[in-house]
């Protein structure tokens, strides 16, 4: 069968994605623009996994509807399943950004409840470009300007981009060949969003010789050098990192000799890890963090320095409200053991605090700082401290790191 230009593209992408396991069940996120509508026909046509389609109205513009609704007619005509589902921003935050985070969210909420594995994303080579633009005007660093990966795991989902090799104006081209028709968005052509004025930026540069092409290779040059990266902080992290109850230690000795950038990025993983946080703080912040010889707040963290380590323990103020039930995860990575046949009813997870190590008739365990246990998990029955075994008292109860 003859392929487009297209078509081929997204082919070797699906062959280096996927391999010789594409997924039984694939779903397709469509918005009813071209770049996504174009995705969906070309994976109908590959046929390498039941599809399932997917929308989400932002509920931004009366449009929408009809937008969604050629996505529907389409699924329709073709036999596929299709979902709309709704999303409402709740004014807060940067609008782009707050759509795409909960359209993320929801999606990966559909898929699962579908038992869908694996998600399409109709990326393009132009995205690709103009989020290079956007956080280079940012200031990103290597991180930030490699090119986005054509997989990745996110809120148990694996999310895939096999149109990253692929102009926009190709995809439209072949959709008027397939006599296809797609809605093009207009606030895609409203200059208040950074990505618009990266888009006709990108039309300014072109002369220059700062193509799509040029700034993609560039994005791949920068992927590359953030791979190196993430090998040379393996090596650092297995030669001065250790953990102690939850809390992660940096051996100044070592991590001083390392460069600064490698110690930036490890100081950052280790912050994120304690936090739970899904992004990493911010370079300048960690800048501070790396100079200083006093504790230090940072993250929803304590760095507490001596002259030997850097301790990276939980912040009691950022989870001094944080409650849950003995039988679930507390702060994300802590999971109680209650004694056999101990009666949990009424029972829940919290912080130590000042108030836990007081009800404690022995002192609490030596081995970890006054702000480690500060925060450290414990067992309480309303007001009352039942058990805090990281503090010495177990009282049966057992707690380990998820």
């Known amino acids: 069968m003859f392929l487009s230009p297209p078509e081929e593209a997204l082919q070797h992408a699906l062959d ?207 992927a590359r050098e953030k791979e190196v990266a993430g090998w040379a902080l393996t090596i650092a992290r297995d030669t001065c990192v250790t953990h102690d109850a939850g809390d992660v230690i940096l051996q100044r000795a070592i991590a001083d000799a390392l460069p600064a950038a490698l110690l930036t990025r490890l100081l950052a993983e280790s912050l994120s890890k304690v936090s739970g946080a899904a992004y990493r703080p911010r370079f300048r912040a960690v800048q501070a963090a790396m100079q200083g010889e006093r504790p230090m707040s940072l993250h929803g963290c304590l760095i507490l320095p001596t002259s030997t380590e850097l301790r990276i323990t939980r912040e009691w103020a950022a989870i001094q409200n944080l409650r849950c039930r003995v039988t679930e995860i507390w702060d994300g990575r802590w999971q109680m053991e209650p004694p056999e046949g101990a009666d949990v009813e009424g029972l829940h997870i919290g912080a130590l605090s000042a108030q836990g190590m007081r009800q404690m008739e022995a002192p609490p365990s030596p081995d970890l700082p006054r702000q480690s246990l500060l925060s450290s998990p414990a067992v309480w029955r309303g007001e009352t401290l039942i058990a805090a075994p990281l503090a010495g008292l177990k009282n049966g109860w057992k707690v380990s790191l998820v």
């Open 16 to 222: 280096h994605i996927f391999g010789a396991n594409p997924p039984d069940v694939l779903g397709v996120a469509v918005s009813g623009g071209g770049d996504s509508l174009a995705l969906l026909d070309m994976l109908r046509r590959w046929g390498g996994a039941h599809l399932k389609v997917v929308s989400v109205n932002h509920g931004l513009r009366a449009e929408a509807v009809e937008e969604l609704a050629l996505v529907a007619a389409y699924a329709a005509d073709h036999g596929l399943s299709h979902d709309s589902l709704t999303w409402a921003w709740d004014g807060a935050g940067n609008l782009q950004q707050a759509a795409r985070e909960g359209r993320r969210a929801a999606i990966a909420h559909w898929a699962k409840a579908q038992g869908i594995r694996c998600v399409a994303l109709g990326h393009t080579k132009d995205d690709q470009a103009e989020t290079f633009l956007m956080r280079l005007a940012r200031g990103s660093g290597v991180d930030g300007l490699a090119a986005m990966a054509p997989r990745y795991e996110q809120a148990g989902i694996t999310w895939v981009r096999p149109l990253l090799e692929v102009g926009r104006e190709s995809l439209r081209a072949y959709l008027r060949e397939q006599h296809i028709t797609w809605a093009d968005d207009p606030s895609n052509e409203d200059p208040r969003f950074d990505r618009v004025k990266a888009r006709q930026m990108l039309s300014t540069l072109g002369p220059l010789g700062l193509t799509v092409e040029r700034l993609v290779q560039t994005a791949d040059h920068m």
